[in-house]
Each structure stands twice: as structure tokens, then as C-alpha cells.
Nanobody, 124 residues
Framework: QVQLVESGGGLVQAGGSLRLSCASS????????MGWFRQAPGKEREFVAA????????NHAGSLNGRFTITRDNAKNAVYLQMNSLKPEDTRVYYCEANTGTTPVTAPIMYDRWGQGTQVTVSS
């Protein structure tokens, strides 16, 4: 029912920045907790960040050490991931995913993947 389109990925050198965007076609976008996850080939889905329905509460993976920031703009049906100080280990496909709950939890099982993802590649 809901379509999510991720964009903004690309090739960047270590230490650089990227801003990922996720556009939703759903008219009920604001009713979803939104999260960013990433995945390497053959690996499990990894939590990156999540944000509450209103955007007032966020949850970021501690392993990122504050390098990434999730935001949303419900008026634009969009969620963003600002990525700074990128490292080669950040190289992944990044997915924007929706959660029908009310809390920006970290568990991948609580989110639904409705987009194709966007590739982020960080070179040394």
C-alpha cells in the first residue's frame, strides 16, 4: 500500500557527508514511526536510527557515535538521514522503513521494508 523511495546515496570519500532522503506516497505517513536500516550483502539488517511519528523523539545506534542524524518532515512526507564523517564501514545499502507502533524502537522485526534502498559507498 505504502511506497517508499530512498535517494541520496552515492560514492563519497572517507570523512565526507551524505544526506539520504526517503519519500513516501502514503497519505498516512505521519502515523508511522520511521527508521533507517542498512544491510551488507549476506548480512543481517542493521539498525541505524529511528524517529517518532511527530519527530520529537529519536533513537540512534550508539555505535555511530553521533555521526548520523535522523529527521522527518511530515508536511513533505519525508524522512532524512544526515550522515557525517563517513567511514568505509558505512558502506551499505540503506533502507527507509515504517513501523506501525508508537515508539522508535531498534528491533528490525518491528519495521516493514517497502522501498528498494539506496547504495552508500565510502572509499578510503
Amino acid at each position: 500500500q505504502v511506497q517508499l523511495v530512498e535517494s541520496g546515496g552515492g560514492l563519497v570519500q572517507a570523512g565526507g557527508s551524505l544526506r539520504l532522503s526517503c519519500a513516501s506516497s502514503g497519505r498516512t505517513f505521519s502515523s508511522y514511526v520511521m527508521g533507517w536500516f542498512r544491510q551488507a550483502p549476506g548480512k543481517e539488517r542493521e539498525f541505524v536510527a529511528a524517529i517518532s511519528r511527530s519527530g520529537s523523539v529519536t533513537n540512534h545506534a550508539g555505535s555511530l557515535n553521533g555521526r548520523f542524524t535522523i529527521t522527518r518532515d511530515n508536511a513533505k512526507n519525508a524522512v532524512y538521514l544526515q550522515m557525517n564523517s563517513l567511514k568505509p564501514e558505512d558502506t551499505r545499502v540503506y533502507y527507509c522503513e515504517a513501523n506501525t507502533g508508537t515508539t522508535p524502537v531498534t528491533a528490525p522485526i518491528m519495521y516493514d521494508r517497502w522501498g528498494q534502498g539506496t547504495q552508500v559507498t565510502v572509499s578510503s
